[in-house]
């Protein structure tokens, strides 16, 4: 395993902000996690694929991107098929594997970037599914302990794009090497709900969708609102939606009667952030190098050469004035590094 030093870090970050690391280097087996261990290089900063970080300053420690690759069929036994990937695995072509072997659960999670082993982190979501409702186990290892450990479901305590992981006492102490999916063949049953998905399979005909049809559709959804990082530099929704109290909704419904609200498992209501920062008339504006994407609202954009600080900027003034005009906190979804 080779370290590096004084690495830049500005092409292993989608939002395109350049910091630097001390030390940096590429874990691919779990011989290297143990080597590591061993050196003195101190903190450890856990990298994927860079696509929910902001960098906020030059990293003063090791930077340790995750490159643990392999997918390996495990079992399959009354539909249910497990099925074990390397952490280092890039998501989507994960999710495009699963639908060449027609196995379903992955299909509604197309084009989300980075890797595996981050998926578990926030509980990745997109259309009605979570990677909670096809996850099996993990592997990790344990930086403060010198152990690999296996999470079962119960252990991540997985919620709305959040896990155990998102702890701040947890933060960059567990690497996670392994993840096992739980994954369906014949694939079954599929998640329409939303309505784009709807919308978009009947306006191309699509009256018996499959996985590999969803998948299609989801993609297409994506990429025609959502701006690809390659070309314009983000890192997704930047905020949280809000899980807001009945009553507190039922009071912003009556001033605002098009709010969109989504009730949750836990009786609350879910209101969609794009909508709150767009009423308050951020989206498609431009603050020097960032701005508020001109589709959706929630994505946060690097027009070039924006820093951390200038990111940051941006979200808490948007931050601020979603809080004065509903009352409503909007909670960081991207994770800050400093
Ligand atoms: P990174 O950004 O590298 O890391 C994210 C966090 O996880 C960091 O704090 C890091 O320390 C930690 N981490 C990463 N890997 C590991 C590991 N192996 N072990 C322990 N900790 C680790 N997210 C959604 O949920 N749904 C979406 O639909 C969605 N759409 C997106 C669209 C775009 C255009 C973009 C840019 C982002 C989107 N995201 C979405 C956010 C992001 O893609 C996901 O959160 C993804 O899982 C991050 O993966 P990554 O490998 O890039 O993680
Ligand atoms: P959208 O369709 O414009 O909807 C806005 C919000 O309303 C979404 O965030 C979604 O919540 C919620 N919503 C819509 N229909 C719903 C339904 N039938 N039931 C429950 N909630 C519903 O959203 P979008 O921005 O284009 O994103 C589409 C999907 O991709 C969403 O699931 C979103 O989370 C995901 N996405 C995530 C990121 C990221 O970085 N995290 C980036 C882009 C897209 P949920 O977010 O809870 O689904």
Redesign the pocket.
Known sequence: MKIETNFSLQAY??FGVAATASAYAEVATKNDVLELYHLPYRPI?????????LMLKDIEGIVLR?CLMGIEVLSEREGHVLVAVG?GEN?HELVQWAIRQNLGGLEN?SL????V???P??N???YGVELKDVFHSLE?FDFQKGTFRNFDRDACQFGY?YSI?KEAKN??R????RVVLQLTRPPHPLQLSYGAIQETLKANGISRPGIREVGNVVESI?KSK????KILK????FFKNPEIESGQFDKLKEKYPEVPGYPTVAGQIKVAAGWLIEACGWKGKRHGRVGCHEKQAL?IVNYGGASGAEIQELARAIQVSVKEKFGIYLEPEV?F?S
Do not use: K
């Open positions: 970050n989608t900063y856990i990298l994927g694929g860079g696509s929910n970080v995750n952490a998501w999670l989300i970037p980075g890797t082993g981050a998926a982190i926030q990745i979501g997109a990790a794009r992981f933060r960059h567990f690497l996670i090497t994506r959502l701006p690809d990082p983000n890192a997704g929704s994505v994770n590094w």
